[in-house]
């Protein structure tokens, strides 16, 4: 048997305050956390599926995968007691390619707007106390901008 690999990465054995919801898209990784250290949260739990704050939105997702993602988003807020919660939605996003492609890219930026607002007021309603941060992602050159989208309502 070969020796275990040690990573010089210490263990916080401490959960995070900060979830972050948004693509598996391994583009945007290293940059969200950057964001989040940016705001002050220097470590974050993620919850990501294609789409991501897209599947908080059961009334235009997948019943089922809705369901299970909004589960999972409420498991980690209430087990590891966050505070703030950062919801991105990203140009170029695969899952709405594939979803609303048809409609032209204006009209699939318009839902996805309309995804982080739904899934913000749903958490919100159910965790009053959180902090719900929403952003919109698009590459610029070898640059990634996080344009803050305001709170509705
Ligand atoms: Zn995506």
């Known amino acids: 048997m070969s020796a275990p690999y040690v990573s010089p990465v210490p263990f916080e054995p401490v959960?995070?305050?900060t979830l972050a919801v948004y693509c598996p898209?391994?583009?945007f990784t290293e940059a969200v956390e950057d964001l989040a250290r940016h705001l002050g949260h220097p470590r974050i739990d993620t919850l990501t599926l294609p789409g991501g704050p897209a599947l908080l939105n059961?009334?235009?997702s997948d019943y089922l995968e809705s369901e299970g993602f909004t589960k999972a988003a409420r498991f980690?807020?209430?087990g590891h007691h966050i505070e703030d919660v950062l919801m991105l939605a990203h140009?170029?996003?695969g899952y709405y390619h594939a979803k609303?492609?048809?409609l032209g890219p204006d009209i699939a930026v318009e839902q996805q707007l309309k995804d982080l607002h739904f899934g913000a007021?749903?958490?919100q309603t159910a965790y009053p106390h959180l902090r719900i941060h929403l952003y919109y992602v698009r590459p610029?050159?070898?640059t990634l901008e996080f344009e803050p989208i305001p709170r509705e309502g």
Request: glycine share 12%; hydrophobic share 30%; proline share 4%.
């Open 140 to 142: 610029h050159g070898k």
């Open 25 to 27: 898209d391994g583009r």
């Open 121 to 123: 007021k749903e958490l």
């Open 15 to 17: 959960h995070p305050k």
């Open 58 to 60: 059961r009334w235009a």
């Open 76 to 78: 980690l807020i209430e």
């Open 91 to 93: 140009a170029g996003c």
């Open 100 to 102: 609303h492609s048809a």
